[in-house]
């Protein structure tokens, strides 16, 4: 997993290997497992700076999708060695959205874009990100596009203070 300044603000790449289970019967991967590539992508980007959806949902922080897209440029077959690009997009007080380039290679083989709200875990009610999770808003806000200046090696401690 790595950090990189793009133009666009900052990604996070991750390495799948397709695995024959998310295959279909043509050999190609099934659509759906293109999802649950980005949750890949989404769980590695908060790892890589400094924060666990476990830890947040333990805080109550739930971060439910709320519109899911996916672009098929290419087919990826059993045992391609994939690679998952995620960025954020987007930070708003109330939802956050992520933008996803699958390689194979040098080959782009699919995009995508997700969009979570944020959610209280007891009321299942939306919450303001700013207003009651001040650090990792701030985090956040620093490593959208045109907020950020270098390579992050963890983000929860160059941005919390």
């Known amino acids: 997993m790595r950090v990189k300044k793009v ?4 990604s ?10 998310e295959t279909d019967q043509m050999g ?6 293109y999802f649950v590539w980005f949750e890949v992508g ?4 908060f790892q890589r700076i400094g924060y666990s959806y476990k830890a947040l949902e333990e805080q ?7 519109e899911a897209s996916c672009r098929y440029l290419v087919p990826a077959q059993y045992e391609d060695q994939l690679i998952i690009t995620t960025q954020l997009l987007a930070v708003s007080a109330s939802r956050l959205s992520f933008l996803y380039s699958i390689f194979r290679d040098e080959t782009l083989i699919a995009t995508g874009q997700t969009t ?3 959610v209280n875990r007891s009321t299942q009610r939306p919450v303001s990100l700013k207003k009651h999770y001040p650090k990792l ?4 806000q620093k490593l959208l596009a045109g907020n950020s200046n270098g390579v992050v090696n963890n983000a929860r401690e ?3 203070g």
Do not use: H, M
Request: charge should be positive.
């Open 7 to 10: 133009s666009q603000g900052y």
């Open 12 to 21: 996070v790449s991750t390495k799948v290997a397709v695995r024959y289970a």
């Open 28 to 33: 190609v991967v099934y659509y759906a497992n």
């Open 42 to 45: 989404r769980n590695a980007y």
């Open 60 to 66: 109550g922080l739930l971060f439910p999708i709320i």
């Open 116 to 118: 979570q709200a944020f």
């Open 137 to 140: 808003w701030e985090c956040l």
């Open 158 to 160: 160059d941005f919390s």
